[in-house]
């Protein structure tokens, strides 16, 4: 076959294939785009799984009505505007591509109001192609309804699984951005039924009791703030210089589980997959936790965002480290520090340790 530039529906669906692979790329993608819009109240609503119907309704800025079809645009976006933003993205989203693959491989309907204007719009993308737009009197804020997900693109369809499981993996999307915005409310419904709720009140805490019950929660350990202050007693070089704060919750020895699943990673409020980051936790607890064994944390790192590339992963899922080692040794020292620091032997109290990798 000669080369051959495909037609822009096909380059649409490959594109997407990177974007969005399972229901939960969907709702994680819209919940991102809620959370951009500076929504305080964000909820979900799916059926089937997802397959059937994936609605996310929020209270944030809106579209304005001239702008409408172009979110659906790909590469559009109104979060960066040229290349040297690209270095310091403090947005959830910024490649403006997830509207249109989302579009590209479901049936899409959008409704959406800024505060300032009167009259919403509607808007209706049928495998990425928009079939209507129009005039809709609405709240304030924006309804994104995705439905007949990956019916254009059987290879997919053929992925998914049960709708219990595509619920599960949707749920985890939604209780881990509700521990990363403990001030905005979420809520999820699935079939009807409400799953999971947070509150919106601004407490990490309880978040954690609406994530993981209340008996997990009581064993949950607050670590302490910044690294700043090891820096002085600590032989490497200050993290401070980085301005990197690491805070968040981890267990007491008393709580366990056969799996690193439950240490959950945050950068700068973006839910992230480290395998380092998670070993770093995992090895706080040496000697502390019998072989086989992990803690759950929920670990929060705040560093400026030049430090960090958001941009290489296609789900944004993974992020890069300016200097990861550095970043290692604070998780794994904050960690240790408010392992040692809660511990009743008196031996335990003394100076801060540093414990090396
Ligand atoms: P990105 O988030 O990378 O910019 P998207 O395709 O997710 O790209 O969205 C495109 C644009 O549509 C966003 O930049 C934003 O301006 C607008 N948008 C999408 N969802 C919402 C929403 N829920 N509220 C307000 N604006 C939105
Ligand atoms: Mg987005």
Known sequence: MPIRQLPPEVAGKIAAGEVVERPASVVKELV??????????????????GTRLMRVTDNGRGIPRDQVPLAFARHATSKLADVEDLDHITSLGFRGEALASIAAVSQVSLLT????????????????????????????????????????VPARLKFLRKSQTEAGHIHRVVSHYALAYPEIRFSLTTDGRQTFQSTGNGKLYDVLI??????????????????NDSASSSPEPASSALNLSVSGYTSSPTLHRANRRYITLFVNRRWIQDRSLTYAVAQAYHTLLQVGRHPVAVILLELPPAEIDVNVHPTKREIKFRDGRLVFNAVQRAVRRTLLDSASVPSFTGQPRTWSS
Request: net charge negative; glycine share 12%; proline share 3%.
């Open 32 to 49: 991102e785009n809620s959370i951009d819009a500076h929504a305080t109240d964000i909820r979900v609503e799916i059926r089937a799984g």
């Open 113 to 152: 109001r800024p505060h300032e204007q009167t009259m919403g719009q509607r808007i209706q993308v049928h495998g990425g192609q928009i079939t209507k737009q129009e005039g809709r009197g609405c709240p304030a804020g924006t309804v994104a309804a995705v439905e007949h997900l990956f019916q254009n």
């Open 210 to 227: 609406a994530v993981y019950g209340l008996q997990v929660a009581e064993q949950l350990l607050a670590i302490e703030g910044t690294d």
